[in-house]
């Protein structure tokens, strides 16, 4: 099991890779200065997927940014 501060840098990790710098930054306020209710969230703001169905969504997205990085620049 991993600790609180693995789990925080792994967290900032993950959101830099997906946001950049700045735009985790940006996130992280946003998150803070709301009053961010994360149950209600996960109730509201997710897509009504199933796991099958977001792995089938996630890994058409991953090849897709993989055909763009073949091409020439």
Not at 43 to 59: C, F, H, R, Y
Request: cysteine-free; overall charge negative.
């Amino acid at each position: 099991m991993r600790t609180e501060a693995e789990i925080r840098l792994a967290g900032m990790q993950a959101l830099i890779g997906a946001l950049g710098l700045v735009e985790a930054e940006r996130f992280l306020a946003a998150v803070s200065r709301d009053k961010f209710d994360y149950t209600e969230w996960r109730k509201t703001g997710l897509p009504d997927m199933s796991l099958d169905e977001i792995a089938v969504a996630a890994n058409s997205l991953a090849d897709q940014l993989d055909r763009n990085d073949e091409l020439p620049h």
